[in-house]
């Protein structure tokens, strides 16, 4: 079983959900990935779900805000890095071109501290630093994380901000089909990517990748349960077979069938 205990600065180490319908997301993952969820007080008579597997936490998922629904902002899921200094973390954001979209905050019973920024092209990131929740306890099994990819109008102008906040390196090279992709680098391994926006009129956002055993099955999976299947099934040379999906509130994300985050 792949556990994790710790991450390293520059690592993508969680995923969340802003959900416009929370108990549909609850059961469409529960239902998808076999997600059992352990509900948390979080302030503002608000709760948020941690979503385990294998007694490990992968994730998690809240009733978007209402300021939030009342603006029109759709369900989607939000990406976290591991750095060892929030503060100094947001700093480094600022200096490098981002704008601080929520400050550093405590997150309750000593879990940890976070921050929100975009990134120079308009990505949307969290950055984590790590307290008694370190952030994925299980990554690289079916139902967890295995990959995040930036997708971007401008890698250029991008990647440079990653690697000022975290220091980070990064590099560019071939994946599959795509002649042009850039993984980022921590202590000589590739964490996570980055490519050029492949749809028209989506703005620069974060792309969560879920392992699973069989692509194929989750995509009709998903689509039984309301959700969306906006790329059907299809094999990335060297990489695996992924799919990109939508659940039934229509936050986009993805599924790949791969043996390792690794082979990338």
């Known amino acids: 079983m792949p556990e994790v205990e ?15 319908d929370i108990e549909a997301a609850k059961t469409f993952y529960s239902e ?9 007080p979080a302030g503002q008579d608000m709760t948020y779900y941690m979503a385990r597997l294998q007694g490990r936490y992968v994730g998690g998922m809240m009733q978007q805000m209402p300021d939030m629904a009342a603006a029109g902002m759709p369900s989607y899921w939000a990406s976290y890095i591991a750095v060892d200094d929030a503060d100094d973390a947001a700093a480094k954001a600022t200096e490098a071109g981002g704008t601080l979209l929520f400050p550093v ?3 309750p019973n000593g879990s940890g501290r976070m921050f929100f920024a975009s990134d120079p092209t308009g990505a949307q990131i969290g950055f984590w630093q790590a307290g008694t929740h370190i952030g994925a306890g299980l990554a690289d099994e079916p139902g967890a994380m295995i990959w995040s990819e930036l997708q971007t109008d401008d890698t250029a102008r991008a990647v440079p901000f990653y690697e000022a906040v975290t220091g980070c390196t990064s590099e560019p090279g071939p994946a599959g089909d795509l002649a042009e992709y850039t993984n980022f680098i921590v202590d000589g391994k590739p964490v996570a990517g980055a490519m050029r926006q492949p749809m028209e009129g989506v703005p620069p956002f974060w792309m969560t990748y879920f392992k699973v055993a069989d692509v194929d099955r989750p995509a009709v999976r998903a689509h039984e ?4 299947v906006h790329a059907p099934a ?7 077979r992924l799919a990109v999906l939508a659940d039934s509130n229509g936050a986009v994300f993805s599924v790949m069938a791969a043996e390792s985050a690794e082979s990338r």
């Open 105 to 107: 905050d405590e997150v």
């Open 6 to 20: 710790s991450y390293k600065q520059g690592t993508p180490c969680w995923a969340d959900l802003s959900a416009s």
């Open 225 to 228: 349960l309301g959700g969306q």
């Open 32 to 40: 998808l990935f076999g997600w059992e969820l352990d509900a948390m």
């Open 234 to 240: 299809f094999d990335v040379p060297g990489v695996g």
